[in-house]
């Protein structure tokens, strides 16, 4: 194996890539729906050592890469607001809108800062009171806990210049989308351990009764990666999909309660754009109506002068919704390293430091 020198127990690894290759009566097709597994996976060189077993997929597991093109145009329209200081994490003022990235913006003067946590941005309205500070608040499950209790801590402070562009997305109905579709080729899920952290994993078991798929939750290291793998594909050749908890020191059947009561309280289930996937059922949060006054769409008009662009490609030439479908791996994009590098990206795949795109990139 490529590294298995940074294996925590080689010898342990090798009897589990052992035991998949014995089991393995076909090659079983598995995906997994989280950015960090993804890079863990080429970077251990997991899914060369099992290519004649399983074939390893990559799903939407990159909220930064599925954030709708619309929420960045609109993020990119209030920066440039003079009255405005528009934050978010560092991965998404690269990603491209419809025209050009927050960065390109910022670049041509537009107010936008990068801030690590959304409670420095309530942090930041506290201090520049003469400022609409305007949090684009993407991420799975994961994140929405911070952004509930960002919204209850401008609450109590009582600032009236904080607010909110919500593109929370939610991991379930994606995974249910891509089963229901009529050329899926998914036979198992690898589900994303952090996600289950906070929403459990119970949610799932309507999933594997429906579609009679083993989902197993499993975490981001090599060992945990393979145990996952194991588990799928013996319930694969035994025909037991279930739900499987490969990541019990930080999974729960029941997940955090505190944290999914903050998200309960705070956003409300709605039907989400997915970027390169299309509407998603379900697929996405938004603020609650008692939350409205922190909704930034809510807050600001939109200047109707503001041009609104063509899109810098058409659709087709970034096949970004492919490979975060699974039906190619980036390096069968044609445009993989050669127009679409991580310095000149042609979509959030190739820019995230979670998306399949830059993984590929980084460790082939």
């Known amino acids: 194996m490529r590294f298995v020198d940074e294996f925590r127990d080689p010898m342990l690894a090798r009897q589990l890539v052992k035991q998949i290759h014995q089991r393995a009566s076909q090659r079983w097709v598995l995906m997994d729906v989280c950015?960090?597994?993804?890079?863990?996976?080429?970077?251990?060189?997991?899914?060369?050592?099992?290519?004649?077993?399983?074939?390893?997929?990559?799903?939407?597991?990159?909220?930064?890469?599925?954030?709708?093109?619309?929420?960045?145009?609109?993020?990119?329209?209030?920066?440039l607001r003079p009255d405005c200081l528009?934050?978010?994490?560092?991965?998404m003022l690269r990603v491209p809108g419809s025209h050009r990235s927050l960065?390109?913006?910022?670049?041509?003067?537009?107010?936008?800062?990068?801030v690590y946590s959304p409670l420095e941005a309530v942090k930041l309205?506290?201090?520049?009171?003469d400022k609409q500070v305007v949090f684009l608040a993407v991420g799975f499950e994961t994140t929405a806990p911070a952004t509930a209790l960002a919204v209850l801590q401008a609450q109590s402070l009582r600032l009236h210049n904080f607010s909110l562009l919500v593109a929370h997305v939610r991991v379930l109905p994606a995974m249910q989308a891509l089963l229901s579709s009529p050329d899926n080729r998914v036979q198992g899920f690898l589900a994303a351990g952090h996600v289950c952290t906070i929403t459990g994993f119970e949610v799932y078991d309507e999933?594997?009764?429906?579609?009679?798929?083993?989902?197993v939750v499993t975490g981001f290291e090599p060992l945990d990666l393979l145990h996952g793998i194991t588990t799928a594909v013996k319930q694969l050749e035994n025909g037991t999909p279930a739900v499987a908890n490969c990541y019990s020191r930080s999974a729960r059947r029941d997940g955090n309660l505190p944290a999914m009561e903050s998200i309960n309280r705070v956003f409300?289930?709605?039907?989400?754009?997915?970027?390169?996937?299309?509407?998603?059922a379900g697929g996405g949060l938004r603020l609650r109506a008692e939350y409205k006054q922190y909704d930034a769409e809510q807050r600001f008009e939109r200047p109707s002068a503001f041009p609104r662009p063509l899109p810098i490609l058409p659709i087709e030439e970034c096949l970004s919704g492919q490979v975060m479908s699974?039906?190619?791996?980036?390096?069968?994009?044609?445009h993989f390293a050669g127009r679409c590098t991580p310095d000149n990206p042609l979509g959030a795949p190739m820019v995230s430091s979670e998306g399949a795109c830059a993984a590929y990139m980084r460790y082939r």
């Not at 050592?49 to 145009?73: F, K, N, R, W």
């Not at 699974?326 to 044609?334: L, V, Y």
Request: some cysteine; aromatic content about 4%; glycine content about 10%.
């Open 125 to 129: 309205a506290e201090q520049h009171p």
């Open 207 to 215: 999933l594997v009764e429906k579609y009679c798929v083993p989902v």
């Open 268 to 280: 409300e289930t709605v039907d989400m754009p997915w970027r390169g996937l299309g509407v998603i």
């Open 35 to 79: 950015g960090g597994q993804t890079h863990s996976l080429l970077r251990y060189g997991i899914e060369d050592e099992l290519s004649d077993s399983v074939e390893l997929i990559h799903g939407p597991g990159c909220p930064v890469c599925v954030t709708p093109v619309e929420a960045i145009d609109l993020a990119q329209e209030l920066s």
């Open 326 to 334: 699974g039906k190619i791996k980036p390096p069968q994009c044609p």
């Open 103 to 114: 960065l390109e913006v910022r670049a041509a003067g537009a107010n936008v800062r990068m």
């Open 86 to 91: 528009l934050t978010s994490f560092g991965d």
